[in-house]
């Protein structure tokens, strides 16, 4: 099994920048897809941007240019990098893995970390 721990949420005002942090509970092998997504309050959650075990990337149109993901495979750890943060991107932020683990396939979720950006 593996476990998904999120760190790095935070207060901040419009402009500034937080990283979060994921990280995973076991070095994971093979091909996969680790994810961030968000969910604001009375919103449905929604994919942020994603990176492959080969580090392709992609992002929501409302990110890009301001986000950027990236995997430590050492620390088998993902990031995610957040500037010029705007109120919209308040959200409890998620982070999600899909792949193949011990021959089994799975889909695992953090417990999320909260993101507030004050105007």
């Known amino acids: 099994q593996v476990q998904l721990v999120e760190s790095g949420g935070g207060l901040v005002q419009a402009g500034e920048f937080l990283r979060l942090s994921c990280a995973a509970s076991r070095r994971i092998y093979g091909i996969n897809v680790m994810a961030w997504y968000r969910q604001a309050p009375g919103k449905q959650r929604e994919l942020v941007g994603s990176?492959?075990?080969?580090?392709?990337?992609n992002y929501a149109d409302s990110v890009k240019g301001r986000f950027t993901i990236s995997r430590d495979t050492a620390k088998n750890t993902m990031y995610l990098q957040m500037n010029s943060l705007k109120p919209e991107d308040t959200a409890t932020y998620y982070c999600?893995?899909?792949?193949?683990?011990?021959?089994?396939?799975?889909?695992?979720w953090g417990q999320g970390t909260l993101v507030t950006v004050s105007s």
């Open positions: 999600n893995f899909r792949g193949v683990v011990d021959y089994t396939s799975l889909e695992v």
């Open positions: 990176i492959t075990s080969g580090g392709s990337t």
